[in-house]
């Protein structure tokens, strides 16, 4: 509507239109373009503030009071035109995650008794049975009761292969169910689910300002003050002294207020940061707000928590080292038989192994367990034993050979089990808690940016330097009760400078809260994760830390980057107006198309980076 009353008035005015009519026709275009700008500016100034909105309507009557209508009219369209594209821009962010919203399904089969009822989402109770069909989105976070299924759950942990789901498993709302059907036990309401924290995290944090935003507003205010002031010593000081006519000089001093405006310095900060929580939160990186995202950039040092964190949390087969005339398929055989029907975590893991290598495990005809030593069994009519080296007192001497290389794998924190068959040492199996495949390169990738990494664990020093060793740490505290890694926390922070500390969100909660900044390894729907840290990985997979701080690294320099830009277009524009006489429509060219540089720098450079690590493990596969 402003620009149609321009071109309305421009017609008007060459065709010698009446004085009141193109009076008329200026103040709809003033009123139309300025209206939102004024009243912006009217509710700063009710609070004490004077904002770019404040410099721009004064501009724009500064050019009606000395006849220049036209050019306060398209001051005001530009103006405008630019907090538009800014919104449209910033908003394409934020709907980004809304659209999560969009992961719900409407309805739902629940089953309620004998009867199988189609329900809003809103109506479902925890405790319901939800029907779960092929291909559908799962309204409900829950627990499946019945069925077996391949679930596509990126929209919550960031992680493109589907992870199949049986009896027992957990299942969370948003996510795709696969061809199978599903029967789910409602465990939390539409409003608590998983997904909708992480829409109301991101939000929070969107809204959150980063320090650098928060200076840069308590610096737009007295920078407005001040621009106020120069340009009202401008427009009295040179005709007062003869130096120029009032009206051109007029002209001048609005054209300075207007280019020197710090709307792109003021958007600069916020258009990156947003679009980077946003980048983040749809490749399964939750950041609590912008703080978190800045301080990110700055850590010196990386601690780990190692159980559960670089390491997969639970024993797995080492190493099988085998007696004479014995083949490790042979031994692990008779192993996970006799292990076949024990609860122990050590016979579960032997039993996965033997799984996984597609062994035939024999049942046994007798079993017994011995608490704390292991267990016997009969198998095809031969008693075999599984347990501790150290407290089979009562067994055969071990050959020297597999002693010492008891011994060895010991050093090494490893845990030793002997399998003997009628009381004949048939080998020993090792088992630890492995390192996850994703550590060593993360720790190389943090080394590589002269980041120090390190571990803070409860667990002995020979097993965590046993895992420091695998993933390329050097510095390593061990024996670690939860306040004392608070402490250690504090000794990095004034040894190295900043500190991240990786944890599980749980035992590790003191460690993340005295940390600059607590990075919580857990699967989706953690609650004590998702509450605590300053940053949550919502799927177990280290890699995502290197993706945050890269987020974060670019996030900065594309801050710096807008400022910089921001504060040169002033700088020249200012120059124009006093070296060159810059027009009025010139300088609000320069001010506005710089204002939508910076946002749109801001936006295109960190949306792109999930799809650039795509490609990248794209390519990686491929080769």
């Known amino acids: 509507m ?6 309305f008035s421009l017609l ?19 009123a139309a373009g300025g209206f939102f700008g004024a009243r912006t500016a009217i509710a700063s100034l009710a609070q004490g503030k004077i904002d770019v909105d404040m410099l721009m309507v004064l501009a724009a009557l500064g050019a009606a009071a000395i006849g220049q209508w036209h050019e306060g009219a398209i001051l005001l369209f530009l103006f405008s035109l630019s907090n538009v594209l800014q919104d449209y821009a910033i ?11 969009a992961l719900y399904p409407e309805v739902a089969k629940v089953k309620r008794g004998e009867q199988v009822l189609e329900l809003n989402i809103s109506q479902i109770e925890i405790g319901d049975t939800v029907l779960i069909e092929p291909a559908e989105r799962i309204p409900v976070d829950g627990q499946v009761l019945a069925g077996q299924s391949a679930v596509d ?16 498993d957990l299942v969370f709302a948003g996510t795709l169910n696969g061809p199978g059907i599903l029967d789910v036990r409602a465990l939390r309401s539409a409003e608590q689910t998983t997904l909708s924290r992480i829409i109301q ?8 300002k980063a320090p650098t935003e928060r200076f840069l507003e308590r610096f737009e205010q007295g920078y407005a003050k001040l621009v106020i002031l120069a340009v009202a010593l401008l427009i009295l000081i040179p005709p007062a002294l003869g130096l120029s006519d009032f009206h051109s000089n007029f002209y001048r001093a609005m054209v300075l207020m207007t280019v020197a405006s710090p709307c792109a310095l003021v958007i600069s900060v916020p258009s990156a940061i947003i679009s980077a929580i946003a980048s983040a939160a749809r490749d399964g990186v939750l950041f609590k707000g912008g703080a978190s995202l800045e301080k990110l950039a700055a850590v010196k040092v990386f601690a780990f928590d190692k159980t559960g964190t670089l390491t997969l949390g639970e024993p797995r087969v080492a190493d099988i080292v ?17 292990e076949a029907r024990s609860e122990h975590p050590l016979a579960k893991a032997i039993l996965r192994r033997a799984q996984e290598s597609q062994l035939d495990i024999h049942e046994p005809s007798e079993f017994k367990a011995l608490p704390g030593h292991g267990v016997i069994a009969q198998i095809n009519g031969q008693n075999v034993r599984v347990g501790r080296v150290t407290l089979m007192s009562d067994c055969p001497a071990m050959p020297e050979a597999l002693s010492a290389r008891q011994r060895e794998l010991e050093g090494d924190g490893k845990t030793v089990v002997a399998v003997l068959r009628d009381n004949e040492p048939l080998g020993l199996i090792a088992l630890a808690d492995e390192s996850r495949a994703d550590a060593a390169p993360l720790i190389a990738a943090l080394s590589k940016r002269g980041i120090v990494p390190v571990i803070l664990t409860g667990d002995n020093q020979r097993v965590a330097d046993s895992i420091a060793k695998q993933v390329g740490i050097s510095r390593v505290y061990a024996g670690l009760l939860p306040e004392e890694k608070a402490s250690a ?5 004034r040894e190295f400078g900043p500190v991240a500390m990786v944890g599980d969100g749980i035992n590790d909660a003191p460690a993340l809260a005295m940390a600059d900044i607590g990075i919580a390894m857990g699967v989706a729907g953690t609650d004590v994760a998702l509450e605590t840290a300053d940053v949550v ?23 710096w980057q807008n400022i910089a830009f921001s504060l040169a277009v002033i700088a020249l524009l200012t120059v124009g107006v006093f070296a060159v006489n810059l027009p009025l429509p010139m300088g609000v060219l320069g001010h506005e198309g710089s204002t939508v540089i910076v946002v749109m720098n801001g936006l295109l450079s960190l949306l792109a980076l999930p799809e650039l690590r795509r490609r990248q493990l794209a390519r990686a596969r491929d080769a």
């Open 2 to 7: 402003t620009l149609a009353a321009i071109v």
């Open 489 to 493: 926390i504090g000794q990095l922070r």
């Open 201 to 208: 995290l991101v939000e929070e944090a969107q809204d959150s």
């Open 153 to 168: 759950e990126s929209p919550i942990s960031g992680e493109s292969m589907p992870a199949d789901k049986a009896s027992g």
């Open 322 to 338: 085998c007696a004479a005339d014995l083949t490790e398929s042979e031994l692990l055989t008779c192993a996970a038989s006799a």
């Open 537 to 559: 990985l919502m799927g177990d997979r280290l890699e995502r830390i290197a993706d945050a701080l890269r987020l974060s690294v670019r996030a900065r320099r594309v801050v």
């Open 12 to 30: 008007a005015e060459r065709a010698g239109t009446s004085t009141s009519l193109l009076l008329a026709i200026n103040l709809v275009a003033y």
């Open 91 to 101: 908003g394409r962010s934020r709907s980004a995650i809304r659209g999560l919203f």
